[in-house]
């Protein structure tokens, strides 16, 4: 027998082993894999009572690492994608209702409110950070701001009845 028909046996052997234990065309990988590595490496076995055991030896090897592969990259706990479900982005009318009602009464409640407490909460829309807002409403201390900012959270509550929600 000479050694093209001992690579051929052998690649047959090899594959049929791999295909038992992963799919088919990563069997055919791994065999050719297997004999570039007998051909580079291990020229000087030319026996076939020792090429079986030596490839299907390396070809344990390369599923073993082929296997730790898929598991470092998560193949084995793939969700597929017909099973997740999507959330629904879009709002809902009664959702649209509510907001539409809660940005009118705050805006009923913001013309209410002082000039100051407006002007305070156009610049953190915009924003600016407290120092930012200190310098530009000319305050001493930025404890001031503070307060301005809280009493006038409150106060804005306050004329939105103590909630954010409607009541109704």
Known sequence: MDRD??????RER???FAASRTQRDAAEDLAQEVLILLHEKYAQVT???????LSLQI?????????????RRGEYTRVSVDEIQIPN??????????RKQMTSRLAAALRQSGER???????????KSFPEIQK?????SINTIYTWDSRCRKHLLELMEGSWESES
């Not at 026996?47 to 055991?53: F, T």
């Not at 070809?59 to 598991?71: D, I, M, P, S, T």
């Not at 982005?89 to 509510?98: H, K, R, W, Y």
Request: charged letters at 30%; aromatic letters at 4%.
């Open 14 to 16: 090899i594959v049929a």
């Open 47 to 53: 026996r076939l009572e020792e090429l079986v055991p």
């Open 5 to 10: 028909d001992i690579l051929r046996c052998l």
């Open 89 to 98: 982005l879009d709002s809902s009318p009664l959702t649209l209702l509510e």
């Open 59 to 71: 070809v344990r090897f390369k599923l073993a690492g082929l296997h730790r592969k898929a598991q």
């Open 117 to 127: 407490c407006r002007s305070l909460f156009r610049m953190k829309l915009e924003g």
């Open 136 to 140: 530009e409403m000319g305050a001493r």
